[in-house]
C-alpha cells in the first residue's frame, strides 16, 4: 500500500515567523455543532474582491435553500445562492461582517422548512469528467477560497490550469482558529475527495493536503481516510507549527521549497493553492448537490460560554452563532472576526457572516492583553527576523511615516503579507503593520 506521507516533500523549519499562544484547543473540546438554518439570513453579494454580483430575486418571491439568488457581472465571478428556503424580504446595501460600507445583500426570512432546491444533481461519477466541465461546476456551485480571500475557485483553477501541484492548505496558523482541524479531524474523506476533485479539474498531476505539527489528531484521520482512498497522487505533508506558515507564498516554500517571485503567482512556480474547506466544498458540490451555503466558523474566545466550531448558513447573524456557543459569559472588550493578528474588529454582532468568516472571537482583556504604550525604536531587528517576506520592517516604517514613495516601492512594501509578526516581536510596541497597510493604500492611489 502507499504511504500517503509526502517524504520527497519533507517540512522545512522556516527561519522566519513567530510562536504565539495559540488557544485553539479552547473550541476543539467538542465536536462540529450543526446550526439549524436560522430565522434569518442576509446574504452579501459582495463577498469576493471585485464587482457585485447582480441580484435575481426581488422581495416577495419564495426561494428554495440553495437556488441562485445572484448572478455574476463578468468573467470569472461567482454565483450567490439561498443558504435557506424562505421569502426574500429585501435586496438592499448593508453592512456585513468583515467589509467596511454597505454592500449588496439580499435578505430571506426563513420559513422553517429547509426545503432544498433540486437544480444541482449529484454526480458521483464527477472525477471522470473533464477539467473544463469541472470548472463549469465549481463556477456554478459558487465556491470561493474559504481560507479567507474569498476569490472565486473556478477562475483560480482556470488561470492555473495545467499546473502539476495542488496545494491544499489547512495550517491554519492564527491563534484560536480550529475550524480546519475540526473538518479534518470529523471530515477528512470529503477533503481528500474534493482534493481529488480539484486536481481534476486543475489538470494536475499531484495534491499535497498540508497540516501542521500541533494536529495530531487531524493528521491521523487524514492519513486513514488518505489509505482508505488509495490514490497516490493525493499525499499529507506536515509542516512546523509557526505563524505565518499558513501563508500562501510561505506555505509553498515550507513544503516544495519554491520561492514564488515578487509580483509574481503560486502558477508561476507550477502550484494551485485552495483552502482544505474550500475541497470539502468542492465535494458537498459535486457528490451531494450542494452549492456553496455553509461554512465552518470557530466561535472563541473569552467571552462566550462554550467556544466550539459551528456548522453555519452563510448570512447568518454573528449574535446567532455567539447564542449557539452559549451566549457572552462576559462582556467582550473586542469581537474580532478572523485571528487575533489578521482579524479585523467587528461594531457589532448585528452583522451577518460571509464565507469569509473563519472565525469569531469574543475576545477579554484577558485574551487581548494590556494596552502597552509605544516607544521609539530601538533597532533591535527583532522585526526582521520575523519578517516571512524577508523585508526590513523598521526601515519600511521610516519610509512609511515620511510617506516616501520611491522607498516604499525599493524596500518592497507591496510584498508585505500584512501578518502582523513584525508587531508581535516589537519591543517598542509599534504598530508596524498598521503602517504598511496604509503605506500601501496611498501608494496603490498614487
Ligand atoms: S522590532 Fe521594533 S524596535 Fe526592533 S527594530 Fe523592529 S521596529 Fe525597531
Ligand atoms: S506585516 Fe509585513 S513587514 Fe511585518 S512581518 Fe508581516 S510581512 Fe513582514
Given at each position: 500500500m502507499t504511504d500517503p506521507i509526502a517524504y520527497d516533500a519533507q517540512p522545512r523549519r522556516p527561519a522566519w515567523g513567530v510562536r504565539t499562544p495559540l488557544r485553539k484547543s479552547l473550541s476543539t473540546r467538542q465536536p462540529i455543532l450543526v446550526a439549524p438554518p436560522p430565522p434569518l439570513v442576509c446574504i452579501s453579494l459582495a463577498q469576493c474582491p471585485g464587482a457585485a454580483a447582480r441580484a435575481t430575486v426581488?422581495?416577495?418571491?419564495?426561494?428554495?435553500?440553495?437556488?441562485?439568488?445572484?448572478?455574476?457581472?463578468?468573467?470569472?465571478?461567482?454565483?450567490?445562492?439561498?443558504?435557506?428556503?424562505?421569502?426574500?424580504?429585501?435586496?438592499?446595501?448593508?453592512?456585513?461582517?468583515?467589509?467596511?460600507?454597505?454592500?449588496?445583500?439580499?435578505?430571506?426570512?426563513?420559513?422553517?422548512?429547509?426545503?432544498?432546491?433540486?437544480?444541482?444533481?449529484?454526480?458521483?461519477?464527477?472525477?471522470?469528467?473533464?477539467?473544463?466541465?469541472?470548472?463549469?461546476?465549481?463556477?456554478?456551485a459558487g465556491l470561493l477560497g474559504l481560507?479567507?480571500?474569498?476569490?472565486?475557485?473556478?477562475?483560480?483553477?482556470?488561470?492555473?490550469?495545467?499546473?502539476?501541484?495542488?496545494?491544499?492548505?489547512?495550517?491554519?496558523?492564527?491563534?484560536?482558529?480550529?475550524?480546519?482541524?475540526?473538518?479534518?479531524?470529523?471530515?477528512?474523506?470529503?477533503?481528500?475527495?474534493?482534493?481529488?476533485?480539484?486536481?481534476?479539474?486543475?489538470?494536475?498531476?499531484?495534491?499535497?493536503?498540508?497540516?501542521?505539527?500541533?494536529?495530531?489528531?487531524?493528521?491521523?484521520?487524514?492519513?486513514?481516510?488518505?489509505?482508505?482512498?488509495?490514490?497516490?497522487?493525493?499525499?499529507?505533508?506536515?509542516?512546523?507549527?509557526?505563524y505565518p506558515a499558513g501563508g500562501e507564498r510561505q506555505l509553498i516554500e515550507l513544503v516544495l521549497g519554491r520561492e514564488v517571485p515578487a509580483g509574481g503567482h503560486p502558477a508561476d512556480v507550477g502550484v494551485l493553492c485552495q483552502n482544505v474547506a474550500t475541497a470539502a466544498a468542492a465535494a458537498d458540490f459535486f457528490l451531494r448537490g450542494q452549492p456553496l451555503i455553509s461554512r465552518l466558523v470557530t466561535v472563541s474566545g473569552g467571552g462566550v460560554a462554550r467556544p466550539c466550531n459551528i456548522e453555519a448558513r452563510i448570512g447568518t447573524p454573528v449574535s446567532d452563532l455567539m447564542a449557539l456557543a452559549g451566549g457572552y459569559q462576559r462582556e467582550p472588550r473586542r469581537l474580532i472576526m478572523g485571528g487575533p493578528m489578521m482579524g479585523v474588529a467587528l461594531p457589532s454582532d448585528d452583522l451577518a457572516i460571509t464565507g469569509a468568516t473563519s472565525c469569531l472571537i469574543a475576545a477579554t482583556d484577558a485574551d487581548l492583553g494590556p494596552a502597552a504604550e509605544e516607544m521609539p525604536c530601538i533597532r533591535c531587528g527583532d522585526c526582521i527576523e520575523a519578517c516571512p517576506a524577508s523585508l526590513l520592517p523598521q526601515e519600511l516604517l521610516v519610509a512609511a511615516r515620511t510617506v516616501n514613495a520611491a522607498e516604499l516601492a525599493t524596500l518592497g512594501v507591496t510584498e508585505c503579507i500584512e501578518c502582523g509578526a513584525c508587531d508581535y516581536v516589537c519591543p517598542s510596541h509599534i504598530p508596524l503593520t498598521r503602517h504598511f497597510i496604509r503605506a500601501k493604500a496611498a501608494l496603490a492611489s498614487t
Open positions: 426581488a422581495p416577495g418571491q419564495r426561494v428554495l435553500c440553495g437556488e441562485p439568488i445572484g448572478e455574476p457581472t463578468g468573467a470569472g465571478r461567482p454565483r450567490f445562492h439561498a443558504s435557506i428556503s424562505g421569502q426574500v424580504t429585501h435586496v438592499e446595501a448593508r453592512l456585513v461582517a468583515g467589509l467596511g460600507a454597505p454592500v449588496p445583500c439580499v435578505v430571506i426570512l426563513g420559513d422553517g422548512t429547509d426545503q432544498r432546491w433540486p437544480g444541482y444533481p449529484p454526480d458521483p461519477g464527477a472525477d471522470g469528467r473533464s477539467s473544463g466541465d469541472l470548472q463549469a461546476g465549481l463556477a456554478a481560507g479567507g480571500a474569498l476569490f472565486p475557485t473556478a477562475h483560480k483553477v482556470h488561470t492555473a490550469t495545467g499546473a502539476p501541484v495542488l496545494l491544499l492548505n489547512g495550517t491554519e496558523c492564527e491563534a484560536y482558529i480550529s475550524c480546519d482541524d475540526a473538518l479534518l479531524r470529523e471530515r477528512a474523506a470529503s477533503v481528500v475527495a474534493g482534493g481529488r476533485l480539484l486536481l481534476a479539474a486543475l489538470g494536475g498531476q499531484r495534491c499535497i493536503i498540508a497540516v501542521k505539527t500541533d494536529m495530531p489528531q487531524a493528521r491521523v484521520a487524514l492519513y486513514n481516510a488518505l489509505q482508505a482512498c488509495g490514490d497516490p497522487r493525493v499525499v499529507m505533508s506536515v509542516v512546523t507549527a509557526k
